[in-house]
Nanobody, 116 residues
Framework: QVRLVESGGGLVQAGGSLRLSCVASGNIFSIYVMGWYRQAPGKQRELVAT??????STNYADSVQDRFTISRDNAKVYLQMNSLKPEDTAVYYCNANTRYTRSEYWGQGTQVTVSS
């Protein structure tokens, strides 16, 4: 009952910045955790950052700590990505988990490409 739509991906040179956006619709009040994951070609999908909606706590992968920031504004969640590296190249997916039904939802993904 939750729909997620990502945007903001694109091409950027190493050292540059991008901000990804995820808009949630539907039963948004049931969401307790939102996050960003990414998947590079030939690799498993991995956690980038999470945001606990009730308390505002955040969690980051070691590889993006101090470079990426996750934040929320009502039904939108953002991922500010600074000091981008070629290793950050991947499809980035928005994720949401609900409290009562324990359901998980995913967006369609947005491509981020970082050139050397």
């Amino acid at each position: 009952q939750v729909r997620l739509v990502e945007s903001g991906g694109g091409l950027v040179q190493a050292g540059g910045s991008l901000r990804l956006s995820c808009v949630a619709s539907g039963n948004i009040f049931s969401i307790y955790v939102m996050g960003w994951y990414r998947q590079a070609p030939g690799k498993q999908r991995e956690l980038v950052a999470t945001y606990t909606v009730s308390g505002g706590s955040t969690n980051y992968a070691d590889s993006v700590q101090d470079r990426f920031t996750i934040s929320r504004d009502n039904a939108k969640v953002y991922l500010q990505m600074n000091s981008l590296k070629p290793e950050d190249t991947a499809v980035y997916y928005c994720n949401a988990n609900t409290r009562y039904t324990r359901s998980e939802y995913w967006g369609q993904g947005t491509q981020v490409t970082v050139s050397s």
